[in-house]
């Protein structure tokens, strides 16, 4: 027994030593490989160092980059701007072009209403020449009235109808037209006596206006005029008495007459007398 001992003691030392020998190996070849890795760093660390040896030269690498740098970002600012300006213009114009196309669709659907409405109008004689044959013919009355409602049915569909108006409703200038008016005393001022024409409209467009009569009312009584009071007569002017001529009147009348008379004879007579100096003288 004390034999197997020492035989199992023995084998367990070897296998010990065994181990301890085989760790030792490892750890050794771990050493080996740290320190190829410290020598392949200390390599290249020497090498930096022995590039970067001039220390001006590297201030200048240094300044070089740093100025290619600030270089970079004023590019990437400006280019940033100028992506923010397109992008602006690009949102703009695409705000224009909506909205133009929405316009552009408004004025094609006004434009397809006008028309619309522009072609109603151009048969609507066509619906009063209908309605008066109804009123006027009574042999072809009922086929008459079966074109007239097809007709009529037909406007409807383009959402035409006509305008209600009554009696005695007030005007609307919005929907009438007064052709004439009449004094009335029964009646409010502008309410429609008589329609002479029927009116057509299209949602809210009118296509024709309701052609009407209206009352007016009547002016007021002129007051009676107030009697002109009568002039008073006016006082005769006073009358002088006529002066009769006196005899020393007449006297003194002749004599002046008389001395005219003379006055005229002297100067023929000193006339005459001159006549003769002068042609004595020749």
Known sequence: ?????KDKEEMSEESIKKDEIESSREVSIEK???EEQDIKLLEGEEQKVLEYHDLD???AKYNKLKESNNNDKESLIKYQKESESWKGKHMRLQAEFENAQKRWNKNRQNLRTEYTGYTLKSFLPLYDSFKKALDDDDENKAILKQFYDQFVNILKFHKAEPIEVKICDPFDYLYHEA???IEKDDL?????IEI?????KMDKDVLRYTKV?????????????EPEPEPEPEPEPETQPEEKDTPEDKEKSQGIVNSEEETIVESEVLKEEKDKIE???K
């Open 213 to 225: 009569i209206v009352s007016r009312e009547p002016p007021p009584p002129e007051p009676e005029p």
């Open 188 to 192: 409010p001022n502008n309410s429609i």
């Open 32 to 34: 080996e490989k740290v």
């Open 179 to 181: 052709l004439s008016s």
């Open 196 to 200: 002479i024409q029927d009116g057509w």
């Open 1 to 5: 027994m004390t034999r197997k001992k």
């Open 279 to 281: 042609t004595n003288k």
């Open 57 to 59: 030269d590297l201030i």
